[in-house]
C-alpha cells in the first residue's frame, strides 16, 4: 500500500501533462491545483481500499473532468422540449432579442436609473417603466418592484397592515414555490377575513364581513392553475369594485398571469387582461412580469395614483428594489406591446401562435435528421399529436394542440435522465409510455445543437 502511494504523481508533475498544462491560462493555476488536489485525495483513499493506483494519464483526465464540472457555473442552459411554454423550473419567459439587447446596454453603462437628466439631481428608478405600463393599460400610475410574490406583499403591508382583508373561500390559494394567500396575509400583518364556501361567493358575504373600523381592503385572486366548475358562484370583479366604492375601501386582484393581449384569439380560453380588471373599477393590480406578459422576473402594480403613492412611500419597497437590468428588459418588452408586434417579438407570444404546420415540419425534419444517422435508423421514431400548455399558472387545463417526436422505447424514465446529462441538457416530456419532444418551446436556432445532442445521447445509449 506505502508503495502505491508513493507512485502517486505530484500536483505538479499533473500541472504539466498535456491534458492540464493548457489550463491553467484558462481557469486560472488555483483552480486547476484544486481539481488535481482533489483527483489525488480520491486515489490515496482508493489505495487505502486496497485499489491499486492509477496511471498519471487516468488521474490527468479525471482531473479535467473535475474541473470542467467544478469552473461551469451551476445556472446554465437547457432545451426545453416539454412543451410547456412558462416553465417556471426552467426560468419562465424567455426574453426577446430587444429585451435582450436592453440588458446588455444597462449591464455595460452608466444610465439614469436614478438621475433626473434635466434637472441634474436625483431621480426615481420607479420612473421607468411606470409610463409605459399606464400608457397600455390606462392604469393612472404604476410601480414595478422584484416579483409578484413582493408585490402582493408590499400592498398588503401597506395598506392593510393590523386590518381585515376580506377574500372569498375559494380563492385562498398556494400558487406553487411557498405562495400560500393565507400565510402571505400573515407576513404582512393583515388578517384574513375568508367569506362565502369553496364553491358559492356571493356578494353579500363579502358585505356582511365588512367592518367600518376593521375591514382595510377587498381582495380578489385569480385562480392562477386550478379551475372551479359545477354549482359555483363568484360576484364579478365590477360588481365588488362598487361594493368596495360603497364602504370606502380600496379593491385589490392578485391578477397572476397578467396579460396585456387577450388570448381568445389564440385558440385558448379567455385569460383576464390588466386592462379589464382597471375598466372593471379594480383599485390596485398585482402581476407577475415573466409569465403570459413575456417579461423579465418582476412584480406590476398598477391602479389608483394615491395607493401607488403610498406604496411607493413604504420602506418595504426598499427590500423589494427591482434591478435596472431588469427595468431595461421590461420596458423593451413593454415598447413591443406598444408598437403592436408582441406577437412577433416576444417569444411567450410567438410560442403560443407557432401553427401546426410549422410545428409539424420541425418534428419531421427533427425526425429525418436522426433517422439518417445509420446506428439511428431502427429508431421507433414517430411524429404524433399531442398537446403544449402555457404554463405559468395561467390557463389551467388549457392546451395547444401539436407535433411532438416521440421515441418509444422500453426505459423511457433513464433515457429521460440520460438526456438531461447531456450537453446542453435536454428536458423531455413523458406521455402514455412515450418519450416527447415538443417543437414549440424549442427554438428554430437551437434545432442543431438539440440534433446533435440527441445524436450523442442515442447513439451512446443501450435502447
Ligand atoms: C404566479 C403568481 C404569483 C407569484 O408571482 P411571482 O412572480 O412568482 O412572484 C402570485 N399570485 C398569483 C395569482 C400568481 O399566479
Redesign the pocket.
Known sequence: MQSQLRQLPSVDKLLQTDQLAPLTAIHGRALVVEAIRGELDQARRRIMAGEPAQSLDSLAEAALTRLSVEARPSLQPVINATGVIIH?NLG?ALLSRRAQQAMQQAASAYSNLEYNLEAGDRGSRYAHAADLLCRLTGAEAAVVV???????ILTLTALARDKEVIISRSQL?E???G?R?PDIMAQSGARLVEVGTTNRTYLRDYEQAVDPDRTGLLLS?????YQITGFTAQPTLAELAELARRCHLPLME????GTLLDTLPFGLAHEPTIQESLVAGVDLI??????LLGGP???LILGKAALIEQLKKHPLIRALRVDKITLAALQATLLAYLEGKATTEIPVWRMISTDITTLARRAQKWRRALLNIPQLAHLPLQVIESASTVG???LPGQTLPTRALALAVSSIDALAAQLRQSDPPIITRIDNERLLLDPRTVLPEQDKTLISALKHTLTNYEL
Open positions: 417556471t419562465r422584484n416579483n409578484n410574490a413582493g408585490a402582493v390559494v400558487i406553487g414555490g405562495f394567500i385572486v385569480h385562480h392562477s392553475n392578485d391578477l397572476g398571469s398585482t402581476a407577475s412580469g415573466d409569465k422576473q418582476a412584480g405559468g399558472g395561467s
